[in-house]
């Protein structure tokens, strides 16, 4: 499996190029993001070191790295959040995650994009979609929810563990 565009309604999830990372890191730029996960947003400089190792694999063999930039397809297409994929299990399984920028959110990309990556990730075999998202944070479980996920009651990290079993299997 690797990472390749996917077109959705308003939305292309490209593969993630170092080249991303100046227009993302003022996507990503806000505090607010980090709300739920800690941390502080990365300059240009930053977040192009980090996609440098993400673009350069997983250095665990059994583990597969699929990053991709979501780019508004409509008007001037800009980039306006991340979607990733850690896949693992052989490729049965796949954690996933999501990023919109503040300046885009509650237009629906998050759900558009993550339903878009579940559909590719079972169409190349994944059996088994996983997200962790934190217990507070409503609009990440509602993303969840909207891709098909279900809670699981389980935790890890504190967060909390959403599946989603391809269906059939």
Do not use: K
């Amino acid at each position: 499996m690797r990472a390749e565009v996917v077109r959705t309604a308003r939305l292309e999830l490209v593969p993630l190029e170092t080249g991303h990372a100046g227009e993302m890191a003022g996507v990503l730029a806000d505090p607010a993001l980090h709300a739920f996960i800690g941390g502080a947003p990365l300059g240009a400089a930053e977040l192009r070191e980090r996609y440098e190792r993400w673009v350069g694999g997983s250095p665990d063999p059994g583990v597969l790295w699929c990053n991709w930039v979501l780019r508004v397809r409509e008007g001037r297409p800009r980039l306006v959040g991340t979607v990733q994929a850690t896949v693992t299990g052989g490729g049965a399984v796949a954690e996933v995650a999501w990023v919109i920028g503040v300046a885009w959110q509650g237009r629906g990309f998050a759900a558009e994009a993550a339903r878009g990556l579940v559909a590719l990730l079972e169409r190349r075999g994944v059996t088994t979609v996983l997200a962790h998202i934190h217990p507070e944070h409503r609009a990440s479980a509602a993303v969840a929810r909207a891709a098909g996920l279900a809670p699981t009651g389980e935790t890890a990290d504190g967060e909390a563990v959403w599946r989603r079993t391809a269906p059939g299997r």
